[in-house]
């Protein structure tokens, strides 16, 4: 009869877990592509493995000084994941470190790195057909920092942090 519980209850725990979603059973993790880029690139970030309830935040922070580069709370999609693309305008060269923490403890859940290189090369001002952001009468662009496109359940929404010399 004992045998017949313990089999009965480890059938029920198989059972258990079939109808837990995916998302639940993954490992929390982050992909970053590419993983090094020229400042003013765009990197692509993915979260998979987590947790809605637990309110996730992204933190973006240079390694070598622990500087957040920007911080945002993702919305996760029914299968545990989210996408965004970060786009290194005003990055240091340098790498960085992408931390995933519940709110609640801001425990580091999951983690992955990037590298900025130098700036990107930018177009030679002619002065024909429009400006730059060094021309005369052109507005500054110095502190806009990173945009981010946040993609989950609800869809895309776009934000601007301050990064660089203009936080």
Known sequence: MQRFRALAAGFAFLLALLALPAA????????ITPQTGAAGMTFTIKGAGLDAKERPVVIVEATSDKSVAAYF????GADGGFTFELESRN??????RVVVAPVATFNTIAEATFT???AMPRM???GAGGGSAGAP??????????VV????AAGVARRRWATGAGR
């Not at 709370?73 to 996760?76: K, R, T």
């Open 91 to 96: 990055f240091a060269p340098g790498q960085y």
């Open 116 to 118: 900025v290189t130098g």
């Open 124 to 126: 030679p001002n002619t």
């Open 149 to 152: 496109a946040l993609t989950g």
């Open 73 to 76: 709370q993702p919305e996760i």
């Open 24 to 31: 639940a059973l993954a490992a929390p993790a982050i992909t």
């Open 137 to 146: 009468g052109a507005p500054a662009l110095a502190g806009l920092g990173a």
